[in-house]
C-alpha cells in the first residue's frame, strides 16, 4: 500500500482499497481528507480492479462512506457522520447553523440538512415520493 498517497496525490481523489484477509474482507484507507469522490480498489493476487459499484460489491443498499460501513436500512446505520434528520452524511461536512423544521420542529444542522430534509425521494414501499420529515 506504500503508492496509494502517490495515487492519491495524482488523481485528486481518495482511494480505499478492499482485500481478503482469511475469510475476511478488510480495507486500507490513508488520511486523505476529501470522502466526496472515492476510487474503490479491490486489490486480488496483487492485482487492482476497479469497483464501480461499491454497494453491489457489498451487497447492501447503502453504504456510508465516511465510516466505510454498508447497511440495508436507513434506521440501522449509526456512525458520527451520518444524520437522522436528512438521511445523508453530507451535512455533517459543512458549517453547522442550525434551522428548525416549521413542519416538524426536527432540527437541521444547516441549510442543506434543511433542504435533503424537506425533499421528496421515491420510497418503493410507499410507492411514491417521500421526504425524510414525512417519514
Not at 466526496?36 to 476497479?50: D, E, P, T
Not at 451487497?59 to 451520518?82: E, V
Not at 436528512?86 to 434551522?99: A, F, H, M
Not at 428548525?100 to 421528496?120: A, G, M
Request: one cysteine or more; hydrophobic letters at 35%; aromatic letters at 14%.
Amino acid at each position: 500500500f506504500s503508492n496509494v498517497i502517490q495515487l492519491e496525490n495524482i488523481v485528486q481523489r481518495k482511494v480505499v482499497i478492499f482485500f481478503r484477509t482469511a475469510k475476511v474482507i478488510s480495507e486500507f484507507e490513508s488520511d486523505f481528507a476529501d470522502r466526496s469522490n472515492q476510487l474503490f480498489l479491490l486489490l486480488v493476487n496483487h492485482h487492482y480492479y476497479s469497483i464501480k459499484n461499491i454497494k453491489g460489491f457489498l451487497g447492501a443498499k447503502y453504504f456510508c462512506s465516511w465510516c466505510l460501513n454498508p447497511y440495508q436500512t436507513m434506521s440501522g446505520h449509526h456512525c458520527a457522520w451520518f444524520c437522522h434528520v436528512c438521511n445523508s452524511d453530507v451535512c455533517k461536512r459543512t458549517e453547522t447553523s442550525l434551522i428548525t423544521c416549521p413542519d416538524c420542529n426536527r432540527i437541521c444542522q444547516n441549510l442543506i440538512c434543511f433542504q435533503k430534509h424537506k425533499t421528496p425521494v421515491y420510497r418503493p414501499q410507499a410507492d411514491r415520493a417521500v421526504s425524510p420529515y414525512e417519514l
